[in-house]
């Protein structure tokens, strides 16, 4: 009798796990927006980066956006 050995490989497109909570980069972007040290999106974005390392971009980018359209539609333009 032959023994047949299969190969188990794992997923090669694993998403990597979200270091911080929607919430924590929420609250990060709440307090750079109302700190005023910012004028445009670009550097508060880089500081917000700073402030949370290890952040994935496409969490970031997608809270960001989610809050940016709370804001606007409580007709608050930034």
């Known amino acids: 009798m032959r023994i047949s ?11 990597p796990e ?11 972007l709440i307090l750079l927006i ?7 999106a670009e550097p508060l974005f880089a500081e ?3 402030l949370l390392p290890g952040v994935n971009e496409d969490q ?3 809270v960001a ?3 940016a359209s709370q ?8």
């Open 65 to 67: 956006h989610r809050f």
């Open 71 to 78: 804001l606007k539609a409580n007709g608050i333009a930034w």
């Open 34 to 40: 109302y700190s005023g040290r910012h004028e445009k």
């Open 5 to 15: 050995r299969t190969r188990q490989t794992q997923p090669k497109s694993r998403k």
């Open 60 to 62: 970031l980018n997608r």
């Open 18 to 28: 979200n270091i911080h909570s929607d919430k924590d980069i929420e609250g990060i």
């Open 48 to 50: 917000a980066r700073r």
